[in-house]
């Protein structure tokens, strides 16, 4: 019986033994290095890259050639600019070409090269390098040089061509070869004469007023939400499908390359926003969903609200930042004179990061309380 008896405790105890016992084995490294500023680089271009596909197949040769030639024009001025300075060159780390991708998909499909190379020049010149190269610019480089070519050439950024024409693959949108300085080409001919095989012939009436913001804002024309979610709307050369750029965002957040909370907060902050405004008077408000998915605001909070260097790192500023990124867009969206204002939203959220990060920073443990044990007495 003491036999049998122990012979049981035996098991009992193996058994115990194996299930607290259990250590996970992994093979080496395990201590890692954080990602170089390449590598976080290299990832944001592909992700970019389906973007760009999309983007390609939707508009046509006219858009590959307008981000080849705004990538080019960042990379050539930040080396140029390097090279003035007797400095070696920058252009290694990516970044400079991840500010032309992102330019060009913030640009109207048919948009002057020209005007892009501008744009380029402008965007890396002024907002990266007057501040000290990457590490120190304020202000997100592709949102400035946008906003200076929408300063300068209203016009031009504002003239929409429609999607999915026939003759995309063959033959460039006219505008895009405007002679600089000269009259934008007009595109109107060229528009009318395009047959659609979903939707007819369209009229110049379709090209002025394409994208979904400027037909609800002008027209009271509501475009479907599932058109703008799944990419069958006209508008900028990558704003157009929303789940496409949620997608690929996702592949950032997975590779641990982007903090989620920024573009979370920003769509919240729009959400939100905009269902107070929509629940106050639905008819003369656009819904939430509707504010979510049209315009660049889901590219914006992806890619651009996320900039490392321009935007907040404490755990209540990232928040703080994406709400008031949110709430600026659709306050100049329903308010302003423009239909868009997720560029200006965003250029607002970066002048406000510095400030926002110090009212937000959290106290350093185990200390400050004698302070305020002071300041109640």
């Known amino acids: 019986m003491a036999f049998s008896g122990s012979i049981c405790r035996i098991g009992k105890l193996s058994s115990m033994v194996e299930k607290t016992t259990a250590v996970e084995l992994r093979t080496s490294p395990h201590i890692r290095s ?65 500010t032309g991708v992102l330019l060009g998909l913030t640009l109207p499909p048919g948009f002057p090269l020209w005007m892009a190379i501008v744009a380029g020049f402008i965007g890396i010149a002024l907002a990266k390098v007057m501040f000290g190269g990457i590490g ?36 460039f949108i006219p505008s895009t070869w405007t002679i ?31 994208t979904p913001l400027a037909l609800q804002k002008f027209q009271q024309i509501t475009t479907d939400v599932g058109s703008m979610f799944l990419g069958i709307s006209a508008g900028s050369a990558g704003e157009t499908s929303a789940l496409l750029i949620f997608l690929c965002g996702m592949y950032l957040v997975f590779r641990k390359m982007m903090d989620w909370r920024i573009p979370v907060a920003v769509l919240l902050g729009a959400f939100v926003t905009a269902g107070v405004f929509f629940l106050s008077d639905g008819e003369h408000y656009p819904d939430p969903f509707f504010v ?15 900039d490392m260097v321009a935007s907040p790192v404490t755990p ?21 004179g423009l239909s868009e204002g997720v560029m200006y939203a965003i250029l607002l959220g970066n002048a406000a990061s510095p400030l926002i990060e110090a009212v937000t920073q959290p106290r350093v443990y185990g200390t400050g309380r004698e302070q305020q044990k002071k300041a109640e007495l």
Request: hydrophobic share 55%.
């Open 316 to 336: 209540w500023g990232v928040w703080s930042y994406g709400i008031l990124i949110g709430f600026v867009t659709v306050i100049i969206r329903l308010f302003g």
């Open 136 to 171: 120190f610019n304020v202000f997100n480089p592709a949102l400035v040089g946008r906003a200076f070519v929408q300063a300068a050439f209203p016009v031009a950024i504002t003239t929409w061509t429609p999607a999915f024409a026939p003759g995309r693959f063959t033959e």
């Open 180 to 210: 600089p300085f000269a009259a934008p080409v007009s595109v109107t001919e060229w528009v009318e004469g395009i047959s659609f095989s979903t939707q007819g012939t369209l009229g110049i009436d379709g090209f002025t007023g394409a």
């Open 292 to 306: 979510l998915f049209s315009g660049g605001l889901m590219l914006g909070a992806v890619f651009m609200a996320t």
């Open 34 to 98: 954080a990602p170089s500023v390449d590598q976080i680089m290299r990832n944001v271009i592909y992700a970019l890259l389906p973007v760009c596909a999309f983007a390609v197949y939707q508009f046509g040769i006219s858009v590959l050639a307008l981000i080849l030639v705004t990538t080019l024009a960042c990379v050539l001025t930040e080396h140029m600019f390097c090279w003035f300075s007797r400095i070696p060159t920058t252009i290694g780390d990516n970044s400079a070409a991840v």
